[in-house]
């Protein structure tokens, strides 16, 4: 099993460019999520999904939008990027609906950097 | 929403000694408390967790104890060694479907 794969692992935009972060899993996990860290913040929730074709918000949504259309792909879009979203992303995955109550396995990460 | 303060933020031990991480939450409802370990570059990763029916779990040299009176638990290591150094992160899970991360606590341990 590769496990939580994301692509790109870096990505420079520019102030109002777009763009979209990739994530899959090959574990037949229900529940994946996307997460922000910034120094000092932790991690914080950006989206996440219970299953296939069902998402919500989580803490800091804004500027983000995600989708579900197969168990294995959680792909995370920026509309229109901002430097307040210059972060390094993770994106996770556990295997019960249940979400956050069960071991979330992390990919690699993608370092954005918003100019 | 749940808050969730880790202290301290930066903690440096001789190996050998012994670590000790804090971390403070607001939901009482909150029932599952992980600890999370990143390596430089990488993702984090598991290293124990508890349930709110448990008071202490103990994996070798690492423990997490659980006080849901005052609602705080801790992360213990013992014996440091060198390749302990890392970021450490407690987390929260609550009723809803979402984990609230602590800060997280930079540990160095001097050989």
């Known amino acids: 099993n590769a496990g939580v794969t994301q692509t790109p692992k870096f990505q420079v935009l520019k102030t109002g460019q777009s763009m979209t972060l990739q994530c899959a899993q090959d574990?037949?996990?229900?529940?994946m999520s996307w997460y922000r860290q910034d120094p000092g913040m932790g991690l914080r929730l950006i989206h996440y999904?219970?299953?296939?074709?069902?998402?919500d918000q989580g803490e800091v949504p804004n500027g983000y939008n995600v989708s579900r259309s197969t168990t294995e792909d959680f792909p995370l879009r920026l509309l229109s990027a901002a430097p307040s979203q210059t972060s390094v992303y993770f994106c996770?995955?556990?295997?019960?609906?249940?979400?956050?109550?069960?071991?979330?396995?992390f990919g690699p990460g993608t370092r954005l950097t918003v100019l | 929403g749940e808050n969730v303060e880790q202290h301290p933020s930066t903690l440096s031990v001789q190996e050998g000694d012994s670590a000790v991480i804090k971390c403070t939450y607001s939901?009482?409802?909150?029932?599952?408390f992980p600890w999370y370990k990143q390596e430089l570059g990488k993702g984090p990763q598991l290293i124990i967790d508890i349930r709110s029916n448990v008071g202490e779990k103990k994996d070798q040299r690492i423990a997490v104890t659980l006080n849901k009176t005052a609602k705080h638990f801790s992360l213990h290591i013992t014996e440091t060694q060198p390749e302990d150094s890392a970021v450490f992160f407690c987390?929260?899970?609550?009723?809803?479907?979402?984990?609230?991360f602590g800060g997280g606590t930079r540990l160095m341990v001097k050989p």
């Open positions: 987390a929260v899970h609550n009723a809803g479907n979402m984990l609230t």
């Open positions: 999904s219970v299953g296939a074709g069902i998402t």
């Open positions: 574990m037949n996990h229900e529940y």
């Open positions: 996770a995955s556990s295997p019960r609906g249940g979400g956050g109550a069960d071991e979330q396995f």
């Open positions: 939901d009482s409802a909150s029932n599952y």
